[in-house]
Nanobody, 124 residues
Framework: QVQLVESGGGLVQAGGSLTLSCAAS????????MGWIRQAPGKEREFVAG????????NYADSVKGRFTISRDDAKNTVYLQMSSLKPEDTARYYC?????????????????WGQGTQVTVSS
């Protein structure tokens, strides 16, 4: 079992940047594929980015490609989401999630453990 705590959210102007962190504790972090998922007000949760364990293969939602970067530091038990060129439509609560598999998943049901989320608000 793994516990996840996100941080780094806040208020930023459109075009700005923000880096989210997700600290893991409990089980061996390096055995989990990790993902970032967001939920905007009145909308369903949607996959944002994923990173596999080991070689760190990445995948992204089309809406964030070229603007967001997911990375992980297994020595620090932390996964990051670097966000740049932020848009008002990126406003959402951002969650990190873990699955005890090699590959990250785009389906939210494939993630076993979730954090409480951190709010990101992008003003126009």
């Amino acid at each position: 079992q793994v516990q996840l705590v996100e941080s780094g959210g806040g208020l930023v102007q459109a075009g700005g940047s923000l880096t989210l962190s997700c600290a893991a504790s409990g089980d061996t972090f390096s055995t989990y594929a990790m993902g970032w998922i967001r939920q905007a007000p009145g909308k369903e949760r949607e996959f944002v980015a994923g990173i596999t364990r080991r070689d760190g293969t990445l995948n992204y939602a089309d809406s964030v490609k070229g603007r967001f970067t997911i990375s992980r530091d297994d020595a620090k038990n932390t996964v990051y989401l670097q966000m740049s060129s932020l848009k008002p439509e990126d406003t959402a609560r951002y969650y990190c999630a873990a699955r005890p598999r090699l590959m990250a998943a785009t389906s939210l049901n494939d993630y076993t453990y979730w954090g409480q989320g951190t709010q990101v608000t992008v003003s126009s």
